[in-house]
């Protein structure tokens, strides 16, 4: 049985890949503020402390927002914003397994930035083992960047519109009055 998503959603209820690059640009800009100062914040601690013990807190606290953003509300702050929402096949929000699912790659990714950055002049008073692990977690680091570029595409060359991430975690990104209009029942198809 085909999801009911696929069944009563035309293809233009499906959001493409320009309108998720401006959502993305968004949560850029709206978190930009958040992120530096948790960044400065992180960084001073590990210097005081000589430890990089903060900046992993750091990472898993805006890992945490993310996620719960999508599980509790269905998306990000710019998804909020510009009217999408992820869901499952039936039209629910992701839950945990499939937000960390879809995330997967940018927490990868933020993960291996952490490693990398330890081996900053700015950290540089930091003993860590981590420090050994850069180079190779600059390596994966870009691998992981060309991964996120096939992700993106993916958007490109699919019917409903979905990235590699949406289809491991079974989910869809669709407007939300599509939404709104199936849970009212005036759903037209």
């Known amino acids: 049985m085909e999801p009911w998503i696929e069944e009563e959603l035309n293809l233009y209820e499906f959001v493409g890949f320009w309108k998720r ?10 978190l930009l503020f958040p ?16 430890s990089a013990f903060p900046l992993f807190i750091q990472f898993v606290l805006l890992m945490a927002f ?6 509790r509300y269905g998306g990000t702050p710019g998804r909020l914003l510009m009217g999408a929402r992820i ?3 039936n039209g629910r929000y992701p839950v945990l ?6 995330d997967s790659f940018i927490i ?20 860590s083992s ?3 692990w850069s180079p190779l977690a600059a390596n994966l680091n870009a691998f992981i960047g060309w991964v996120v570029v096939v992700d993106c595409l993916f958007i490109v060359f699919t019917p ?3 990235a590699l991430h949406d289809l491991m975690a079974r989910t869809y990104v669709v407007n939300k009055k599509a939404l709104d209009r199936y849970q009212t029942g005036k759903f037209i198809a």
């Open 21 to 30: 690059v401006l959502i993305n640009f968004i949560d850029f800009l709206i």
């Open 35 to 50: 992120t530096y100062l948790l960044e400065r914040i992180s960084v001073s601690a590990a210097e005081s402390a000589g």
């Open 66 to 71: 993310n996620v719960f953003m999508v599980v």
């Open 87 to 89: 869901v499952d096949e």
């Open 97 to 102: 397994r499939q937000a960390l699912i879809r």
């Open 108 to 127: 990868v990714n933020s993960f291996l930035a952490v490693i990398v950055g330890l081996n900053t002049e700015a950290l540089s008073s930091i003993p």
């Open 130 to 132: 981590l420090v050994n």
């Open 160 to 162: 409903r519109k979905r």
